[in-house]
């Protein structure tokens, strides 16, 4: 048995916007999406349609918008729960600084730019849903 990848599954309240901050501030690429209410799969997000599902890559890292009740539907343990984690999505990258510069100024920054003890320089933000997002590069 062998693991091939981890896609985080991430409860929002519009994907769309999701789509949108995940392309516009971090150059994520939309692979799939569904329409809300169909199972239908599009390539590209359309203005005037509301979307249950979609999913983003950039490079290795993929990662799926859900609506917050069709999340519920498919994870039936979080049904009814206050959205949000005690969890940090931390994504390795090359050029670190220069992700934190592009960054800077147009997204919450939620631990500014160091180098750690472990050797990593490392930031972390939180997206348009408050979930936090690490970045990190070996030094």
């Known amino acids: 048995m062998g693991f091939k990848k981890l896609t985080p599954n991430f409860s ?13 501030m971090l150059g994520f690429k939309l692979e799939i999406a ?3 209410g169909t199972n239908f ?3 590209e997000i359309q203005d005037g349609k ?5 999913m983003m890559k950039k490079d290795d890292v993929f990662v799926m918008f859900l609506k917050h009740d069709i999340f519920e539907k498919d994870a039936q343990a979080f049904k009814g729960s206050t959205k949000g984690a005690s969890v940090i999505f ?3 990258v090359s ?3 220069d992700l934190y510069m592009g960054l800077k100024g147009k997204v919450e920054i939620e631990k500014e730019i160091e180098t750690t003890w472990y050797g990593m320089r490392e930031f972390y933000i939180k997206d348009c849903n ?3 997002l690490g970045f990190g590069e070996k030094e």
């Open 12 to 24: 929002v309240r519009n994907v769309k916007e999701s789509v949108f901050f995940y392309q516009d």
């Open 34 to 36: 569904v329409p809300y």
């Open 41 to 43: 799969i599009e390539n």
């Open 50 to 54: 509301e979307y249950s599902t979609a």
């Open 90 to 92: 931390y994504i390795d």
């Open 95 to 97: 050029d670190i600084d």
């Open 130 to 132: 408050g979930y936090v």
